[in-house]
T-cell receptor
Framework: GDSVTQMEGPVTLSEEAFLTINCTYT??????LFWYVQYPGEGLQLLLK?????DKGSNKGFEATYRKETTSFHLEKGSVQVSDSAVYFC????????????FGKGTSLLVTP | DTGVSQNPRHKITKRGQNVTFRCDPI?????LYWYRQTLGQGPEFLTY????????KSRLLSDRFSAERPKGSFSTLEIQRTEQGDSAMYLC???????????????FGPGTRLTVT
């Protein structure tokens, strides 16, 4: 079935460093792609999305581009802050189902001052 | 609008007991989803409703799991004869109907953490 694979953590960065969290997917057709974030003690929040090839999702300084040729949706941020410390989940909705989110295992990010 | 709410936030139960969780979606959302998240894993889809109709339930983990959404508003997830392996976070999400902007955006509640002793 359709699935995502994301880099294992934990990722530890210093404040203001550049962030990349890799996510690749396996799917038939054109799934919709998402990044969710889970801050400590809080629920999942939608961070950004892209629904077709070459779309770029962006929010709060984070970006990810839907790359069909490499089946990737890597999350990037130019300058991380301590407040970005959280677990980040890559997810997709298959094009043939339209409802169930299939999540990766999550990548824990710790940003130190 | 206060977002998706779930009750209780925590539930501790003894093995063999039945438990029921409640989810109240965002008021204008007609789709409601249940997921389960175990430690160190991403959420796993269980079932979903469009209005009061349960359109997918084949991924419920066993016949001990059932869900209802009787009037198309709040939903309940019941686990009968709980087992220690049922210990997890149970998440609810909702989304707007197809055709509106953001139809695929699922908004999650804070979850109910179940501990089976």
């Amino acid at each position: 079935g359709d699935s995502v694979t994301q880099m294992e953590g934990p990722v530890t960065l210093s404040e203001e460093a550049f962030l990349t969290i890799n996510c690749t997917y396996t799917a038939t057709g054109y799934p919709s792609l998402f990044w969710y974030v889970q801050y400590p003690g809080e629920g999942l929040q939608l961070l950004l999305k892209a629904t077709k090839a070459d779309d770029k999702g962006s929010n709060k300084g984070f970006e990810a581009t839907y790359r069909k040729e490499t089946t990737s949706f890597h999350l990037e941020k130019g300058s991380v802050q301590v407040s970005d410390s959280a677990v980040y989940f890559c997810a997709l909705i298959p094009s043939n189902s339209g409802y169930a989110l299939n999540f990766g295992k999550g990548t824990s990010l710790l940003v130190t001052p | 609008d206060t977002g998706v709410s779930q009750n209780p936030r925590h539930k501790i139960t003894k093995r063999g007991q039945n438990v029921t969780f409640r989810c109240d979606p965002i008021s204008e959302h007609n789709r409601l989803y249940w997921y389960r998240q175990t430690l160190g894993q991403g959420p796993e889809f269980l079932t979903y409703f469009q209005n009061e109709a349960q359109l997918e339930k084949s991924r419920l983990l066993s016949d001990r799991f059932s869900a209802e959404r009787p009037k198309g508003s709040f939903s309940t997830l019941e686990i009968q004869r709980t087992e220690q392996g049922d210990s997890a976070m149970y998440l609810c999400a909702s989304s707007a109907r197809l055709g509106q902007g953001g139809a695929y955006e699922q908004y999650f509640g804070p979850g109910t953490r179940l501990t089976v002793t």
